[in-house]
């Protein structure tokens, strides 16, 4: 099968060529990127997303004991120097948004709200694969630090520390992704609070349930203009959203299977071309995309979503879509890259046409696979307590 190919796959080349290329050894910090050939990058410029999606990965694939040996050392060790270099503790606290990993001087300070999710989502598999009580701490600490510097009068979250527009619904639905962790691998009776304040912006914002889609951008209000591009959709994260409502759903008992079936209709109605197994990167309300590009990660939301649909019904054409979406990439993204690599973006003649190889896709790749492994029951929210309200 296509899907255990793909399984064996990365952790048998994938983890093992990210944890030597992608670490600096003498540094102790993960990369932004590989070059095309397979080596490291040489600008030294990292996201503190990236370095905090390499950390989740190693931390969580280490927590499943699939991690190649020595990686959660190297988790550690990085998240040590990520804590280091980019921690703000002052009056609008939070980790700044990008560092130079040969100077570690700070890059871009700016306290940005999907950065920090991601720090978020790291700590919590940092802390399931080791109980060590400093994640504790740190994640406790970064959720105080979300709300004090990026609450936003009109509900949610400011995109940054500076206020910046349009606000976008991606960076909360990384949030949501991490809150999700934290209730999947804690007991803590916060969490699920946490969590239910932001799913509620699915529906309260994201979701235009008049057109069945998943809106990206906004104004300051949430209000929908061409002023803020309001009409530029990305099916990736439509199928992405699907992944994170059946999550949602497994934790609470909520029903939400119109919702899942609605986002991946409409992904595959306006970002697949007939005749492609491919979602192309962008779409606007009302047309399919013109794109003339596409990226790898939302081929693997894609395989994921029906990974999430054939989980809940059992449908086998939802298995036989999931199976061909893998045989696919195995004969584009992975085809002629250097091993445990793969070519992030095609043209619509499936030429590639990346400059690097980001590591941000091996967090994507990732968490597919991790749909492909014997499942841990988690912990259940259903008796947690009520919600907070939200802002007004």
């Known amino acids: 099968m296509e899907l255990d190919r793909l399984k064996t796959y990365f952790i048998d080349d994938a983890l093992p060529k990210w944890a030597s290329a992608a670490y600096d050894e003498q540094r102790g910090h993960f990369m932004e990127a590989l070059q095309l050939d397979g080596s490291p990058e040489t600008s030294g410029i990292v996201r503190t997303r990236t370095a905090a999606r390499l950390i989740y990965v190693y931390a969580h694939a280490s927590a499943l004991d699939v991690a190649p040996a020595g990686s959660l050392q190297k988790a550690e060790r990085a998240f040590g120097n990520l804590h280091r270099v980019a921690w703000n503790a002052g009056a609008r606290p939070g980790y700044a948004r990008a560092f130079n990993r040969f100077s570690d001087a700070v890059t871009d300070p700016e306290r940005d709200l999907y950065d920090n999710a991601c720090v978020l989502l790291a700590l919590a598999w940092l ?37 910046t527009v349009p606000r976008r619904q991606n960076p909360h639905m990384h949030y949501l992704e991490a809150s999700l962790a934290l209730c999947e691998t804690d007991d803590d009776p916060h969490y699920p609070l946490v969590e239910a304040r932001l799913f509620a912006l699915l529906h309260d914002h994201f979701y235009d349930e008049s057109q069945g889609l998943l809106r990206e951008s906004f104004g300051p209000r949430w209000e929908l203009s061409d002023r803020y591009q309001s009409d530029r959709l990305e099916p990736g994260h439509m199928c992405e959203w699907v992944w994170l409502v059946r999550r949602h759903a497994a934790l609470t008992g909520e029903d939400d299977d119109a919702l899942c079936v609605a986002l991946l209709s409409t992904a595959l109605a306006l970002g697949r071309a007939a005749g492609s197994a491919f979602l192309l ?40 879509q999931a199976e061909a979406v893998a045989a696919a990439l195995f004969r584009s993204y992975l085809k002629d890259a250097p091993a445990g690599c793969w070519h992030d973006r095609l043209d619509l003649e499936g030429q590639s046409v990346a400059k690097t190889i980001p590591a941000s896709s091996l967090y994507h790749l990732w968490t597919t696979v991790v749909e492909l492994l014997p499942k841990a029951k988690a912990p259940s929210c259903t008796d947690a307590p009520q919600p907070l309200a939200m802002s007004a």
Do not use: C
């Open 127 to 163: 802390w399931k694969a080791t109980g060590r009580p400093v994640y504790r701490r740190h994640i406790k600490n970064l959720i105080a630090a979300i709300d004090r510097t990026l609450a936003d009068p009109f509900g949610g979250w400011a995109e940054d520390s500076t206020g």
């Open 281 to 320: 990167d962008d779409a606007s309300v009302g047309a399919p995309s013109s794109g003339q590009y596409r990226r790898l990660w939302p081929q693997t939301e894609l395989l994921k979503a029906f990974l999430m649909q054939h989980r809940a019904h059992g449908k086998e054409e939802d298995l036989q």
